[in-house]
């Protein structure tokens, strides 16, 4: 078990799927942090020296990401809903923002836009 | 308003007098008589809320009763262990119980890899050498040593070519010392990996240190672990784990060798080389401590390039033997690897420590040839496994087989890339070996294997006949059909003749 920003990781796993568990990290910036720090990409998450670790650690704690980065969406959302801009009304009414149809296949709007959106 | 037809047939409904309707109970228990329209069905629409258990069908119920499916025990296959799939797949067989054993078969010997008299003829692998050959991973999981008694190669005309050379270099006195650096090319199956392997047979025969780099894509596909070498050389790049690999492949299969020769120069990077140590145990040390494994590689190789001794260590030199080092895949090395630097760059193959030393080999050296003991430098090329683009290759190798037929670089016949392709200047760079200043040393040659000769040919389906796998009477003129199949005589293409089975009609 390998601690990364406080979360706990089977040894088994890839450090590049353990690093995207994270909100906010996705294949290209977990491609970059593996190369900052010189990991290979099919390194599993043992294979990984401590200072490594600790080097991950104090990068992703350095990032937005995982709460912070979700509260800053649903700011977002909701300073474009103050100030009523046609986004902020559209995400409010559940509605499609970036102006889709709406006749058919808004299911993805309906379930997701919200002004206190589900992330 | 109900129809007063049926909405299934169209119909008339049939009109029933309300003085001759049963009685609302009796009514339920009868079912729609002809018609399945909702009409009937309204009619004997049962109050709602009737008992639970009772026959009484909710609107729309299906009036079948619910057959229950008995559920299939599916056995749950568990997944094989961990790398079980991968051994399977690497598993290399080297022996068929099934297959005739060959009468008067010989073994590859010092005195059979030079006999012309043998050519032609398949030799067999001694058993005791296997492991060693093993160890360095001679053998590849597809070639077909499989279906045979036991491993045996053809000697053919560059086999024994290759046999004098070692034979030379360990015996003559004037050929002491002799390199030949070669870079095998040739077509697709036409036995580049196994002409690799019968020189590693012969590096073990004749004593000699082998070191072995069975895939180079290994290197570079970013599948090992990767560091800067040191803070004054932040752009080149070690790779502990592959050293490591190498060191306890090279120990494995070099343990006489080794184990005879002793520490006698000052390495002062290595403090666990002690002056009277052992090469093997020195070896050993790099192979289970990987952050060191560099550092002892190089204290290796110091040692085994080594023409005398150190001051102060006299007593622990004794000569050093020529080196083999053969590389399987040399394509991957003349390229962009797919290690990434900490800018998000890819790294160039060339600077990977580890590659750059066995290329910085293809070059002379300078105060004395790059393995003053001499040796062999065997690079293979493949067909099959090459990166995306190995254009400058293709001209790099052109080039070297003009200058060491003595095309001057300036004249018009030098080849040359094609205008406005896109190459690689680095890749022109380490392929460009001038003539070396010490007599020993050998130019840079780049070999293409052919097909073998019919007389060849002749003697590896023989071979196969005895092994009870073909079943043909061979002659001459059948085998020199066969030759012709095989696209003039490329021996993979024989082997697949060979082995095919045949079916008495």
């Known amino acids: 078990m390998v601690y990364i920003l406080g979360l706990n990781f089977t040894e088994s796993i890839l450090v590049k799927k353990a690093l995207q568990s994270f909100f906010g990290i996705g294949t290209d910036t977990s491609a970059r942090l593996l190369a900052r720090y010189h990991i290979h990409p099919t390194c599993k998450v043992g294979e990984l020296a401590n200072k490594q670790v600790?080097?991950?650690?104090?990068?992703?704690?350095?990032?937005?990401?995982?709460?912070?980065?979700?509260?800053?969406?649903?700011?977002?959302?909701k300073r474009l809903r103050e100030t009523g801009t046609t986004r902020g009304r559209r995400h409010a009414l559940g509605l499609p923002v970036r102006g889709q149809r709406t006749r058919t296949q808004i299911k993805t709007a309906i379930k997701l836009n919200r002004v206190d959106r589900r992330l | 308003m109900v129809s007063p037809f049926c909405w299934g047939c169209l119909t008339p409904l049939r009109q029933t007098?309300?003085?001759?309707?049963?009685?609302?109970?009796?009514?339920?228990?009868?079912?729609?008589?002809?018609?399945?329209?909702?009409?009937?069905?309204?009619?004997?629409?049962?109050?709602?809320?009737?008992?639970?258990?009772?026959?009484?069908?909710?609107?729309?119920?299906?009036?079948?009763?619910?057959?229950?499916?008995?559920?299939?025990?599916?056995?749950?296959?568990?997944?094989?262990?961990?790398?079980?799939?991968?051994?399977?797949?690497?598993?290399?067989?080297?022996?068929?119980?099934?297959?005739?054993?060959?009468?008067?078969?010989?073994?590859?010997?010092?005195?059979?890899?030079?006999?012309?008299?043998?050519?032609?003829?398949?030799?067999?692998?001694?058993?005791?050498?296997?492991?060693?050959?093993?160890?360095?991973?001679?053998?590849?999981?597809?070639?077909?040593?499989?279906?045979?008694?036991?491993?045996?190669?053809?000697?053919?005309?560059?086999?024994?070519?290759?046999?004098?050379?070692?034979?030379?270099?360990?015996?003559?006195?004037?050929?002491?010392?002799?390199?030949?650096?070669?870079?095998?090319?040739?077509?697709?199956?036409?036995?580049?990996?196994?002409?690799?392997?019968?020189?590693?047979?012969?590096?073990?025969?004749k004593k000699w240190v082998v070191f072995t780099i069975p895939e180079a894509q290994e290197l570079v596909s970013a599948t090992s672990s990767y560091a800067p070498l040191s803070e004054e050389n932040p752009n080149l790049y070690v790779q502990n784990e592959a050293t490591a690999a190498l060191l306890s492949r090279t120990v494995a299969a070099n343990k006489d060798v080794l184990s005879g020769l002793r520490v006698s120069q000052n390495h002062p990077t290595v403090p666990a080389a002690k002056p009277g140590m052992t090469l093997e145990?020195?070896?050993?040390?790099?192979?289970?401590?990987?952050?060191?494994?560099?550092?002892?590689?190089?204290?290796?190789?110091?040692?085994?390039?080594a023409t005398g001794p150190a001051p102060g260590l006299e007593k622990h030199y004794t000569p050093r033997p020529p080196i083999l080092v053969t590389v399987d895949g040399l394509g991957h090395w003349m390229t962009e690897s797919q290690y990434r630097n900490a800018q998000f760059k890819l790294i160039h193959a060339h600077d990977l420590v580890f590659v750059r030393h066995f290329l910085s080999l293809l070059k002379p050296g300078q105060d004395q040839p790059s393995l003053p003991n001499g040796g062999a430098l065997l690079y293979a090329t493949s067909t099959t496994?090459?990166?995306?683009?190995?254009?400058?290759?293709?001209?790099?190798?052109?080039?070297?087989?003009?200058?060491?037929?003595?095309?001057?670089?300036?004249?018009?016949?030098?080849?040359?890339?094609?205008?406005?392709?896109?190459?690689?200047?680095?890749?022109?760079?380490?392929?460009?070996?001038?003539?070396?200043?010490?007599?020993?040393?050998?130019?840079?040659?780049?070999?293409?294997?052919?097909?073998?000769?019919?007389?060849?040919a002749r003697g590896f389906m023989e071979y196969f006949a005895r092994s009870g796998l073909l079943q043909e009477t061979i002659s001459d003129g059948w085998v020199s059909e066969k030759w012709t199949l095989a696209g003039g005589g490329v021996i993979g293409e024989l082997e697949r003749i060979g082995k095919r089975l045949r079916v008495a009609a």
């Open chain 2, 385 to 456: 496994n090459n990166p995306p683009y190995v254009y400058t290759l293709d001209v790099a190798l052109k080039q070297v087989a003009a200058r060491d037929a003595g095309v001057e670089p300036s004249s018009p016949q030098f080849p040359q890339p094609e205008p406005y392709s896109k190459t690689d200047p680095r890749v022109f760079e380490v392929l460009e070996s001038p003539k070396s200043k010490h007599a020993q040393e050998g130019r840079l040659q780049h070999q293409i294997l052919g097909g073998v000769t019919h007389d060849e």
């Open chain 2, 17 to 205: 007098s309300r003085t001759i309707l049963p009685s609302p109970s009796t009514a339920v228990s009868r079912g729609p008589a002809f018609h399945t329209s909702a009409a009937l069905q309204f009619m004997g629409r049962p109050s709602q809320g009737g008992k639970k258990g009772s026959t009484v069908l909710k609107f729309r119920q299906p009036a079948v009763a619910a057959m229950k499916k008995k559920k299939k025990f599916v056995e749950k296959a568990r997944p094989p262990p961990v790398g079980e799939r991968k051994a399977i797949r690497k598993r290399i067989v080297l022996s068929n119980p099934n297959a005739l054993e060959v009468e008067g078969l010989q073994e590859l010997s010092e005195e059979t890899m030079v006999d012309s008299r043998l050519r032609g003829t398949a030799l067999a692998l001694p058993v005791p050498m296997l492991d060693q050959l093993r160890a360095v991973q001679a053998f590849k999981p597809k070639q077909g040593w499989s279906i045979f008694r036991r491993p045996c190669t053809v000697l053919r005309r560059e086999t024994l070519e290759l046999g004098r050379f070692f034979d030379n270099v360990t015996g003559d006195v004037e050929r002491r010392g002799a390199v030949i650096k070669k870079i095998v090319g040739g077509a697709r199956k036409s036995g580049k990996s196994v002409h690799l392997l019968q020189a590693m047979a012969m590096g073990f025969i």
């Open chain 1, 54 to 77: 600790l080097d991950l650690t104090a990068a992703l704690s350095d990032m937005k990401i995982e709460n912070d980065l979700r509260r800053q969406v649903l700011d977002d959302i």
């Open chain 2, 281 to 305: 145990d020195l070896a050993k040390t790099g192979a289970q401590d990987q952050a060191s494994a560099w550092a002892v590689f190089q204290a290796l190789w110091k040692e085994l390039t």
